[in-house]
């Protein structure tokens, strides 16, 4: 059984560039999340998928939108970099439990917005 | 909007000493999770808290969740050099059916040489 893997492990945009994240997510789990974490903080929460379906977004602008495949891998795509977007983005899959929230991250990829 | 707080920012210690994180969310939650996360690592989940009262350890861990579900506490007893890292609680929020997992701003455990 393979855990949660992202790609690329780090990357280097200029603002105003485009960019996708990769998420692999842990086998037989159906619902994935994705994290900002800027340096010192706490991850905040960008949206989630579950069965492809977005079922939860926070305060991002739209320029941060998502994919879930059939698979249950998905993508972060962030358009219009700016400066403050460098940061460590984490990708967290769970299994289905209506009740268990128990998510399981990836390594994270390390984007710079130069 | 929906808000975790989590004191203090840092805390430090000599190895063998207790440690200890609260957490504080602006409503009541419906559970609440702890993870730790390594310098240089990604989150680890440690636990998650569902019951109003609540008191679950793990080893020298000791988690804590409030009557009124709005707060959370982790304390460790005798701190070893292999619990250096920063505690994160995060809630879930559903607000209009859209679902936020908000993450309080963590404790970074440091021991001091």
């Known amino acids: 059984e393979t855990g949660v893997t992202q790609s690329p492990t780090h990357l280097i945009k200029t ?15 159906n619902t994935v999340s994705w994290y900002q974490q800027a340096l010192g903080q706490g991850p905040q929460f960008i949206f989630q998928y579950y069965r492809e379906e977005e079922n939860g977004r926070g305060n991002f602008p739209p320029r941060f939108s998502g994919l879930q495949f059939p698979n249950y891998s998905s993508e972060l795509n962030v358009n219009a970099l700016e400066l403050d977007d460098s940061a460590l983005y984490l990708c967290a899959s769970s299994p289905e439990s209506p009740t268990y929230n128990e998510q399981f991250f990836g390594p994270g990829t390390r984007l710079t917005v130069l | 909007g929906q808000q975790v707080m989590q004191i203090p920012q840092y805390q430090h210690v000599q190895e063998g000493e207790d440690f200890t994180t609260y957490c504080n969310s602006s409503t009541t939650l419906s559970n609440i999770q702890w993870y730790k996360q390594r310098p240089g690592g990604h989150p680890v989940f440690l636990i998650q808290l569902v019951k109003s009262g609540e008191v679950k350890k793990q080893k020298r861990l000791t988690f804590q969740f409030g009557e009124a579900k709005k707060n959370s506490s982790l304390h460790i007893t005798a701190t070893q050099t292999t619990d250096v890292g920063t505690y994160f609680c995060a809630g879930p929020f559903v607000f209009d059916s859209n679902y936020q997992l908000i993450w309080g701003a963590g404790t970074k455990l440091i021991i001091k040489p």
Do not use: E, I
């Open chain 1, 15 to 29: 603002r105003g560039q485009q960019v996708t994240l990769r998420c692999s997510s842990q086998s037989g789990h």
